[in-house]
């Protein structure tokens, strides 16, 4: 009898190659197989969109690819798990805690705790539970359970309990077990714990509950994790550098900006960091004028219904700020593309209006969890420079040309290095797998063709269409991923635009949606933290600041900054009460580029002493010169950090 042949699963691979693979081999033993070189660092695994664990099994057709540390979903992942890791060792050191939440964020993860407060002194017995499981390399082993089992599992755990009861009746829950913990949990995680050598605590403290509370005390523990001890010890040098960059406390201290304890997330503006903000969208909207922009605004605020339209409500509901009016619920927007479409379809259009460039500078609010907010660079209301793009299909590679060459002007005038990441259709996703494709490969030929390095990150696109997103590198070597070019075919036909084209039939065109330098929020964060604080001239609050020497002097100082205002440059002038010296300090402290001093001598002489920072002595300069000079270098926004 001729034996049957086991049955095979056909995967495509990232490269587009395809392979027919034994139904059940498991995702790491199949990317092993392709390209044992390329994904011998592979952590998890992402199938058609989907993370999933090494160890699951391969039962159906599909896209595969690795998922490696340097990917944004494989850093989460390790994290995560490094979060598990940290709740197995308090829970070993204090049998009572109860364990609720433990997310990734922007610089590691955190994990809370309803428990009493841990002391300092209880740290090292914490750190050495972890190394101890690390060195066992427990496996991180996923299972499925019934919702029942689950309860009954978790029972003494009401914070558990409070996620279990969201889960839909008949679906099954997945849980992991690391060692003898064992953890409420989706996935994947990384194979075993030996992944996480890098895996430090960098403090715990007091936090507000956020999931359902019997009362009793919480602690947040904090932390951060590498594969490797090297990498961190790497990133505890950085973070020593970075802590006296920190913006939070630079904003403040340069009076830019403030926070409230009261409303955590959003920022308070000052006058001085209103004026960067202002000059931020002044450079912007050079680029608008000169690529064929106009500029529109649109409600803060949209009913469920517009949501569900565009797809926001089913895919992003739980960031959303709501509210009810009028027995109606409605949500502060967490982006502009809704008001964009709505615009658009205001009226009938025709493809001589193509492409439309829609920009719009609108205060956004998204429901960060508390435990990921930083600062400007994860706040819960924030500006875009934020733009949508209406084209025909035919005028999508010239428009993402003109994007491209504009991101490497904007970060060329920011001395910014950085780099493109092509990121793919997710596991949920609107529209058809070939409209996907198609996009996909429209982004990928215009990388390509302008001879960018991009690395490729499967499942990371929007849920409306795959993007590029624009990393820029700080002078500390830390990446931060700001601008975005996202492809859309999907948000168009939901809203129902349509434009007449040259054949006199409707059309539905495909939008651009695109941010350069981000948020101006985390973007002046990020800038902040790289150039220390040192803004360059165009960009500082306050360009020059004029000192008298003694009283003497004061007359002709204010008649300086009088004139010095009136010639465009933004100009602060002191008395006389302190030394010199001490008011010099001061303007450096103040990070004020330009320190001109006056005193007998200039004024005799019709000049002023000039300090600029960074270079040694000064110069002598007449008040005309001054301002040519320093009007020069704030037109062509010269810079040299």
Known sequence: MTPHPSPSVSIRWPDGTSTDIPAGTSAGDALRHWNAQQTRLALAAILDGELIDLAHPLTHAGVLAPLLPDDKAGREVLQHSAAHLVAKAVTELIPDALPTDGPPTDEGFYYDFEMRPLTADELPALEAKIRETVRRKDRFERSEISKTEAEALFRHNPHKLGYIAKVPDGRPVSIYRTGTFTDLCRGPHVPDAGWLEGIHILGFSAVIPG????????????????????????YLKRRTEAEARDHRILGPRLELFTFSDEIPGFPFWNPKGMIVVRELEAFVREHLAEAGYSEIRTPLIYPQSIYETSGHWEHYRENMFLTTVDDRTF???????????????????????LPMRLAEFAP????????????????REFVQDDAHVFVTEEQIPAEIRTLIEWVQRAMGTFHLEWTAE??????????????????????????????????????????YGPKIDIHIRDSLGRSWQCGTIQLDYQLPDRFGLQYQGTDGTLHTPVVVHRVILGTWERFLGVFLEHCAGWLPPWLAPVQVRVLPVTERQVPRVTELAAEWRTAGLRVESTDSQDTLSKRIREAEVAHVPYIAVVGDREVAAGTVALRAHGQKGQRSLTPAQLVEQLRAKVATREYDP
């Open 211 to 234: 999931t359902v509370s019997s009362g009793g005390a919480f602690q947040r523990v904090r932390g951060v994790a590498f594969p490797t001890r090297a990498e961190l010890e790497t």
């Open 331 to 353: 949500g502060l927007k967490p982006m502009n593309c809704p008001g964009a479409m709505l615009v658009f379809r205001s009226r009938s259009r025709s493809y001589r209006e």
């Open 364 to 379: 956004l609010h998204r429901l960060e969890a508390s435990g990921t907010i930083h600062g400007l660079t994860r706040a």
């Open 422 to 463: 092509l990121s793919t259709r997710p596991a949920k996703f609107l529209g058809t797998a070939e409209t996907w494709d198609r996009a996909e490969s429209m982004l990928k030929s215009v990388l390509d063709g302008a001879g960018l390095k991009y690395k490729i990150s499967p499942g990371e696109g929007a849920f």
